[in-house]
T-cell receptor, first 112, second 110 residues
Framework: DAGITQSPRHKVTETGTPVTLRCHQT?????MYWYRQDPGHGLRLIHY???????DKGEVSDGYSVSRSKTEDFLLTLESATSSQTSVYFC???????????FGQGTRLTVV | KQEVTQIPAALSVPEGENLVLNCSFT??????LQWFRQDPGKGLTSLLL?????REQTSGRLNASLDKSSGRSTLYIAASQPGDSATYLC?????????FGTGTRLQVFP
């Protein structure tokens, strides 16, 4: 299995609080992605990174920010969590645009 | 905007049947296409990667084909087993982004 670790695996937080999810990889892959998965919507791209300090928005980036200060870590921050951000969040990595992508086990976030 | 569609959305078959899952995409300028499997409550497991220059890939009982010109890929599962029950997702890479279809939920009953 690809070395991807997401933390925490489960989190319950209150509306309006900041939340940071972490994705850590041991594969030295260049590309890292954050997705959310919701019933009826499938997997939707939030943000992605193509290198240290190089990030770009996906299709559902509003309310989210990311940072990548080193190759192995990609952080997703919800500045002020809302109930609509209750979801399962997945991190993925790949070495290049034409190589296989691998996923973490996901983080289940509940905003109450 | 790239759109990825998977048909059927759900499929229930008896054990032993050969079956085909379909994936279509609107923009043929893809780098590659990847098939994944997702078990309930779990992450995604990569099954097969087909690069844009390839026509098909095989792994065990799985065979995936790619026709870029028509914007289609199929995943063929031979001699299905109850352990194949899961959701199957296709994803295309275009520029730097991995774009997913909504999946086919497969149930194989004994």
């Amino acid at each position: 299995d690809a070395g991807i670790t997401q933390s925490p695996r489960h989190k319950v937080t209150e509306t309006g609080t900041p939340v940071t999810l972490r994705c850590h990889q041991t594969e030295n892959h260049r590309y890292m992605y954050w997705y959310r998965q919701d019933p009826g919507h499938g997997l939707r791209l939030i943000h992605y990174s193509y290198g240290v300090k190089d990030t770009d928005k996906g299709e559902v980036s509003d309310g989210y920010s990311v940072s990548r200060s080193k190759t192995e870590d990609f952080l997703l921050t919800l500045e002020s969590a809302t109930s609509s951000q209750t979801s399962v969040y997945f991190c993925a990595i790949s070495g290049a645009v034409d190589t296989e992508a691998f996923f973490g086990q996901g983080t289940r976030l509940t905003v109450v | 905007k790239q759109e990825v569609t998977q048909i059927p959305a759900a499929l229930s078959v008896p054990e032993g049947e050969n079956l085909v899952l379909n994936c279509s995409f609107t923009d043929s300028a893809i780098y590659n296409l990847q098939w994944f499997r997702q078990d309930p409550g779990k992450g995604l497991t990569s099954l097969l990667l087909i690069q844009s220059s390839q026509r098909e890939q095989t792994s065990g009982r799985l065979n995936a084909s790619l026709d870029k010109s028509s914007g289609r890929s199929t995943l063929y599962i031979a001699a299905s087993q109850p352990g194949d029950s899961a959701t199957y997702l296709c994803a295309v890479i275009i520029t730097d982004k991995l774009i997913f279809g909504t999946g086919t939920r497969l149930q194989v009953f004994p």
